[in-house]
């Protein structure tokens, strides 16, 4: 998950999960900004097999405009 603000109004931010610097492609979200300066929580998930030696990260973007994040958290679970 993701909160912050962005520069721009009536923009798309997206998030998404990436395993070594790729997207998984199922986990990305789109959400609507609708005013600049307003707060915006973003969350997503997705199961991902990985080995352990692997990058995982949660990325944000946007077209245009600049985001100022403010919070970034991720949780990993180990599935037996």
């Known amino acids: 998950s ?5 520069s721009s109004q009536n923009v798309l931010a ?5 395993v070594n610097g790729a997207i998984v492609q ?3 979200r789109d959400n609507s900004v609708e005013s600049s300066g307003n707060k915006l929580v ?3 998930q997705a199961k991902v097999t990985v080995t ?3 990058a995982i990260e ?5 077209a245009s405009g600049t985001w100022t ?3 970034r958290s991720m949780e990993l679970l180990k599935v037996a």
């Open 42 to 44: 973003m969350y997503t």
């Open 69 to 71: 994040l403010t919070e």
């Open 14 to 18: 997206q998030c998404a999960i990436y």
């Open 52 to 54: 352990g030696t692997e």
């Open 58 to 62: 949660v990325r944000v973007k946007t």
């Open 26 to 28: 199922h986990s990305e």
């Open 2 to 6: 993701a909160s912050g603000s962005h």
